[in-house]
T-cell receptor, first 113, second 111 residues
Framework: DAMVIQNPRYQVTQFGKPVTLSCSQT?????MYWYQQKSSQAPKLLFH???????NEADTPDNFQSRRPNTSFCFLDIRSPGLGDAAMYLC????????????FGNGTRLTVT | ELKVEQNPLFLSMQEGKNYTIYCNYS?????LYWYRQDPGKSLESLFV?????AVKQEGRLMASLDTKARLSTLHITAAVHDLSATYFC???????????FGKGTSLLVTP
């Protein structure tokens, strides 16, 4: 089945230690998104790639970076995680035109110790 | 600033009862999306509403869209425990395709 796969499901990192989360898709969608969801809150868009074009949300901290080396993969890099960065990180994909829903992966739950 | 507001944020209802969740938004978008999230899980697409007056139904859930009022509703009919989850509405942001989510409505259906 075509899908969006995130690895790992659970990630523990130390305060200030860089961490990378990965996402892959078999849907061949143009757009890949990274959302941050803290407990009992709405998913918050961090950034997205439309093909190779990177689109950063204005309020996304510089601590968060992303890479999309090819259509299938996208990475979220947190350069110096703080305690406030503990959250569920959701990767999603879409065709990239209006009226197309986002397809979400199962998420990576990040713990910062 | 784009706003997506849901109410109520928390809802406890008895099995068999009916209830409506409301979603107000500030954009002029003609499209609105509903998602379901179970605890600790990811988001599952429920409905995509593409125009004014759109109505979609799946089982005990029915969603509608009034773009003039910038309002969408998610109506629950004869609730069952399996519907317990958090429901999010979302609208397209300024990109035209990335979604901005409301805070979600946490629904608990009790016997």
């Amino acid at each position: 089945d075509a899908m969006v796969i995130q690895n790992p499901r659970y990630q523990v990192t130390q305060f200030g230690k860089p961490v990378t989360l990965s996402c892959s898709q078999t849907l061949n969608h143009n757009v890949m998104y990274w959302y941050q969801q803290k407990s009992s809150q709405a998913p918050k868009l961090l950034f997205h790639y439309y093909d190779k074009d990177f689109n950063n949300e204005a309020d996304t901290p510089d601590n968060f970076q992303s890479r999309r080396p090819n259509t299938s993969f996208c990475f979220l890099d947190i350069r110096s995680p703080g305690l406030g960065d503990a959250a569920m990180y959701l990767c999603a994909t879409s065709i990239g035109q209006g009226n197309s829903p986002l397809h979400f992966g199962n998420g990576t739950r990040l713990t910062v110790t | 600033e784009l706003k997506v507001e849901q109410n109520p944020l928390f809802l406890s209802m008895q099995e068999g009862k009916n209830y409506t969740i409301y979603c107000n938004y500030s954009t002029t978008s003609d499209r609105l999306y509903w998602y379901r999230q179970d605890p600790g899980k990811s988001l599952e697409s429920l409905f995509v509403l593409l125009s004014n007056g759109a109505v979609k139904q799946e089982g005990r859930l029915m969603a509608s869209l009034d773009t003039k009022a910038r309002l969408s509703t998610l109506h629950i009919t004869a609730a069952v425990h399996d519907l317990s989850a958090t429901y999010f509405c979302a609208v397209e942001g300024y990109s035209g395709y990335a979604l901005n989510f409301g805070k979600g409505t946490s629904l608990l259906v009790t016997p």
